[in-house]
C-alpha cells in the first residue's frame, strides 16, 4: 500500500466530519432569526413573529435543509473521489511489465521529494522510499 493510498481515507474522514460538523451548527437566517442545528430540524429558536416577508418557522426550515444538502452532497463527493483514488491506484508502465529497474525514471519521480511516493508504484518499491 502506497502513501497516498495510506492518507487518502483519513482525508475523507476528515472532509465527512467537516460536512457533519455543518449540520450540527445552528445558524441565523437573514440576521434577524436565530435557528437550530439542521440535523435537529432547524426549528426557530426564539418564538420571534413573522418580520416583513421572513417567516421564522418556514425560513429557518427551508435553510436547514439547504445546509443539510449541502453536507450530503459535500460528504457524498467526498468518498466517491476518496474510492476513486484508492482504486485508481497510478502505476508506471515500467512496473506493470515488470522492470523495476526503470521504475524510478517516470514522471513523477522528477518532481523531488514531493513526488517520491508517486515516483515508483509498485508494491516491492513502495517501502523503499
Known amino acids: 500500500m502506497t502513501k497516498q493510498q495510506k ?14 460538523v455543518w449540520s450540527l451548527i445552528p445558524f441565523k437566517f ?32 427551508a435553510k436547514g435543509k439547504s445546509r443539510l444538502s449541502v453536507s450530503a452532497v459535500t460528504a457524498f463527493v467526498a468518498v466517491l473521489a476518496g474510492t476513486a483514488m484508492l482504486s485508481l491506484k497510478p502505476i508506471s508502465s515500467s512496473c506493470a511489465k515488470g ?9 513523477a519521480s522528477f518532481l523531488g521529494d514531493a513526488g517520491a ?9 513502495t517501502g523503499a522510499y
Do not use: K, M, N, Y
Open 7 to 20: 492518507v487518502i481515507p483519513f482525508a475523507v474522514l476528515f472532509v465527512l466530519a467537516l460536512a457533519i
Open 30 to 61: 437573514a440576521d434577524i432569526v436565530d435557528c437550530e442545528a439542521p440535523l435537529f430540524g432547524a426549528s426557530p429558536r426564539s418564538g420571534a413573529p413573522p418580520t416583513s416577508f421572513i417567516d421564522p418557522v418556514e425560513d429557518c426550515r
Open 99 to 107: 522492470e523495476h529497474d526503470d521504475c524510478r525514471e517516470w514522471w
Open 117 to 125: 511516493g508517486l515516483g515508483c508504484q509498485c508494491e516491492c518499491h
